[in-house]
């Protein structure tokens, strides 16, 4: 099938993606339009893959949906720069503060991690399944844990000197 006849099949389900995309969407805190954009271009790029005889158009969309969801979580983490963290104003009876003292803290850890490591503290502080684990590193979860708690190892004998 066709990306034209790709686009069809699910423009004609639009009101179903915009359901699914405003459920993930408000979930995870994220912008609805933006998501639905996302899960709609990834409907249409996967549509090869989508068999009617196994599944409902909106069990495939769920589907989908959850891994849009973990590849934004993902982008977004590792985007983040916590450099862009500013101290806010001396009113703010200390939150500026321990802001910018975790933002030193976040910095320091990512100095002196690898990015395998670093990747994995981001992808499983943003909440990720084991299953989304699984799926982004390509490996299994106790793996992605191994990766933490080693570099939490080095960290603390490295603090300790």
Not at 56 to 83: E, G, M
């Amino acid at each position: 099938m066709g990306t034209d006849n790709a686009w069809l099949f699910w423009l004609n389900h639009v009101e179903m993606v915009e359901k699914v995309s405003a459920r993930f969407a408000l979930d995870a805190a994220l912008d609805v339009d933006d998501f639905k954009q996302e899960l709609l271009l990834r409907l249409v790029r996967r549509h090869h893959a989508y068999d009617q005889t196994k599944c409902r158009p909106v069990t495939w969309a769920w589907w989908q949906a959850r891994a849009v969801r973990s590849a934004i979580r993902t982008r977004d983490l590792l985007l983040f720069d916590p450099a862009t963290i500013e101290p806010r104003a001396a009113t703010d009876n200390g939150a500026g503060k321990r802001r910018l003292e975790a933002a030193v803290g976040i910095s320091w850890v990512r100095s002196r991690a690898t990015s395998l490591e670093w990747n994995s503290i981001c992808v499983r502080a943003s909440g990720a399944t084991e299953n989304e684990l699984e799926t982004i590193f390509d490996c299994s979860p106790v793996t992605v844990r191994r990766r933490i708690k080693r570099l939490a190892n080095r960290l603390e004998k490295s603090h300790a000197k």
